[in-house]
């Protein structure tokens, strides 16, 4: 298992090359010593550029060093949860197409990142951008092949105050919407 020094060292790495591309912005970012299973040291970052409105499609990340550093003390990934979203601008809306976690089901995953945070990172990152941009609703479609996971799904998005119309809980789908503005 790493040290912390080797995951000092790499996460200073990986916010060294984020701060460099051009095509990212850091969101939030926390450096303190991992406790528990829940991540304290980490970088949300962004390729959403608010005058970019020839692309449609962008993520929000979170990166960790924690359990994510090879015996060479390089990254095993350049990220662990990842939230895709596509913008409307004409209509002003964001609209959440995946909000995942690498998890051990996962064929690039080596440890199980579920149950860390890092998605409720991504999605409070989200909500904060899409506020900053002026986007007036951020929606999305839930589904979930077990109830298990629904329900967490569920509980997330209703702890970020979305509203939460489930069509069918025993397949595990859902419509999520939360209106932003004054």
């Known amino acids: 298992m790493s040290s912390q020094t080797e995951y000092d060292q790499v996460y200073a790495k990986r916010l060294a090359a984020i701060e460099k591309d051009p095509n990212f912005t850091i969101l939030s970012s926390m450096n303190q010593p991992m406790q528990g299973k829940q991540a304290t040291q980490y970088i949300v970052y962004t390729d959403f550029k608010p005058d970019n409105q020839q692309q449609k499609s962008f993520t929000v990340s979170v990166y960790t060093p924690f359990e994510n550093v090879d015996k060479y003390g390089h990254s095993k990934a350049d990220y662990q949860s990842q939230l895709l979203f596509d913008v409307n601008h004409w209509e002003n809306k964001?609209?959440?197409?995946?909000?995942?976690?690498?998890?051990?089901?996962?064929?690039?995953?080596?440890?199980d990142f579920q149950n860390m945070g890092l998605a409720q990172l991504a999605l409070k990152a989200f909500i904060n951008l899409a506020r900053k941009a002026d986007i007036a609703m951020i929606d999305g479609n839930i589904s979930s092949f077990d109830k298990d996971n629904f329900a967490k799904l569920q509980h997330i998005f209703e702890k970020y105050q979305f509203d939460l119309h489930v069509a069918d809980p025993n397949q595990g789908i859902g419509k999520i919407t939360m209106t932003l503005g004054d």
Not at 94 to 111: D, K, N, Q, Y
């Open 94 to 111: 964001m609209h959440i197409t995946v909000l995942e976690t690498l998890g051990s089901e996962s064929r690039l995953a080596f440890f």
